[in-house]
């Protein structure tokens, strides 16, 4: 099994997102038509896609976690979430990439997953 290497003191454990790309929001947008199969929220909302990296050239670049490493889908949810993404116009090429670190946790999820779910 491989390792991530482990980051440098100070650098944050989620890299941000590009947020100012104009592709940014449909990005979002399609990953928020992606589910998990076992909870009625999308993956944008639980907090499992991690960062969103577009360049200049309108390549994507996605980190996303699961919700468990022994999670039933983990070898197709990537699929899925570059399926979402490769039709918006604009976009050049997806690559998505999971990640364990850190680990996913409930307090990821946006308040209206929380919501959603019962836990508000």
């Known amino acids: 099994m491989t390792s991530e290497p482990t980051p440098m003191e100070g650098e944050p454990l989620i ?3 590009t947020t ?3 592709l ?15 909870i009625p929220v ?8 991690y960062t969103i ?3 200049p ?11 468990a490493p022994g999670c039933p889908v983990a070898g197709e949810m990537p699929g899925w979430v570059a399926e979402a993404i490769e039709p918006i116009p604009g976009v050049k090429s997806v690559d998505v990439n999971l990640t364990w670190e850190p ?9 209206e997953a929380r919501l959603e779910l ?3």
């Open 15 to 17: 890299r941000p997102s």
């Open 20 to 22: 100012d790309h104009p």
């Open 24 to 38: 940014y929001e449909s990005v979002v947008e399609a990953c928020r038509t992606v589910y998990d199969p076992e």
């Open 42 to 49: 999308n993956i944008f909302d639980l907090g499992l896609i």
């Open 53 to 55: 990296a577009i360049n």
């Open 57 to 67: 050239d309108s390549e994507v670049q996605l980190t996303m976690t699961l919700t």
């Open 103 to 111: 680990p996913w946790g409930m307090e990821m999820m946006s308040d």
């Open 118 to 120: 019962g836990f508000m």
